[in-house]
């Protein structure tokens, strides 16, 4: 199933053709790529099926492609003066090709039909922005949250999740002990930043020029986030693992605390008899802060038939079609109408699946690690290795922190 591609073509009948909106009645090609959906396959053909219905002479080719694939593949077309016409992409990836003129701004695009601006989660919309441009819009939406293990809550003789930072400290060094450790959390994009929000860092100044992390306050958090670290409060696989290790740690049922975005929660489940309602507890990071992981949707600038290319952005993220992707994968989609109705029957169908997608449209204003900076993966590979250092009793944290403002400077001067 890896790389896969499919082609969906359908012939224009003449009734269909008189009666469909169509955008053009000559043959016109797009492709769409996709970020490891490719479960989502009969869904995906019936979106394709559709749009060329209702746009007699379009044909779309479908491209899937697992994560760590999709951006070299994605590079390597636009090189070659090909690039995919809708792209799908995860995290703050999209900066970095918006910055470099791959994609297109669809700014306008989105304020001239009401239908479309009005559809979305304002704060969600918001995360695509670059420059005060609109480059992508949500195709699926995810934040950070805490699950916490209620049965191992209990034997601590804890009540409720931890509300700040220390008390997340102190809940885990009461649950460890033996095979078991108090909390795990996800560290790839930025995911474990709120635990440094909570503490007033910030990883840039305002300007995004200048490093504002290597200061006394980020010295002790990371000490106490190491101190914990090695008497096994914290799990280590935090710092080392990325999706599969924390996630199934937490599913063994001898983990405290997770903190992940609301997707790890059909993952752990599938590996541990021990999640229940009754027995996993879902709650905000305190301070409600959270980084947001979400899927975007956006147009190659390279695109030969972008009107097209952006008919399909519309298509896919309308009520119906994003109505089917929700209840399918029970996932936000950003499309407020849909969502709303999505928690509304899970509220009664599956209310820790509520609870969970819930908190995905709480506290939106306090989501962090989302710095608008084409520079962003470069920061995250000068920055994360002298982190994880310290974090792993490699280093001393004041040092491995100088040795991340230099080099997070360096990449920031580079430009």
């Not at 480059?135 to 809550?153: D, G, Q, R």
């Not at 989609?333 to 709480?362: F, Y």
């Amino acid at each position: 199933m890896l790389g896969r591609r499919s082609a969906l073509k359908a012939p224009a009948a003449l009734a269909a053709a008189l009666a469909a909106p169509a955008i053009a009645q000559t043959r016109r090609q797009i492709s769409f790529l996709t970020w490891n959906i490719i479960d989502q396959e009969p869904l995906i053909r019936g979106w394709i099926e559709g749009f060329q219905r209702a746009n007699p002479g379009a044909e779309v080719e479908w491209l899937d492609k697992k994560g760590p694939e999709l951006p070299p593949f994605y590079q390597t077309q636009l090189a070659a003066g090909t690039p995919p016409d809708v792209i799908n992409t995860q995290g703050a990836l999209w900066l970095e090709y918006a910055a470099n003129g791959a994609l297109m701004d669809l700014t306008d695009a989105i304020a001239s039909d009401s239908t479309v601006k009005s559809r979305f989660n304002a704060e969600y919309l918001a995360n695509w922005t670059y420059q005060g441009r609109t480059f992508m819009v949500p195709f699926y939406i995810t934040k950070t949250l805490l699950f916490y293990n209620k049965l191992l809550f209990r034997q601590a003789g804890l009540a409720g999740p931890p509300g700040s930072f220390d008390e997340i400290l102190a809940f885990a060094d009461r649950i460890k002990g033996g095979d078991r450790t108090g909390f795990l959390t996800l560290n790839f994009d930025w995911l474990y930043w709120p635990l440094f929000a909570m503490n007033g860092i910030e990883l840039l100044t305002p300007d995004l020029k200048r490093t504002a992390f290597n200061t006394p306050k980020t010295v002790e958090v990371v000490e106490k986030l190491a101190r914990a670290s090695d008497t096994g409060a914290i799990n280590k696989i935090s710092w080392t693992g990325r999706w599969v290790e924390p996630n199934g740690a937490f599913g063994t049922g001898n983990v405290g605390m997770l903190h992940a975005h609301s997707p790890a929660y059909y993952f752990f489940k599938g590996q541990g008899a021990w999640v229940t309602p009754e027995t996993l507890g879902v709650a905000h990071a305190p301070g409600g802060y959270s980084t947001p992981n979400s899927h975007g949707l956006g147009v190659s600038k390279g695109s030969k038939h972008p009107e097209l290319a952006i008919a399909f952005v519309k298509h896919v993220t309308a009520d119906a079609q994003a109505g089917q992707l929700a209840n399918q994968r029970r996932i936000l989609t950003g499309n407020t109408a849909v969502d709303t109705a999505l928690l509304a029957k899970l509220e009664k169908e599956d209310p820790t699946v509520h609870a969970i997608l819930r908190t995905q449209i709480e506290h939106t204003d306090k989501m962090v690690g989302n710095w608008r900076t084409p520079l962003d993966s470069r920061i995250k590979e000068a920055f994360w290795p002298e982190m994880q250092n310290a974090l792993l009793g490699r280093k001393p944290a004041a040092r491995a922190l100088a040795d991340a403002e230099r080099r997070v400077q360096r990449e920031l001067d580079r430009g």
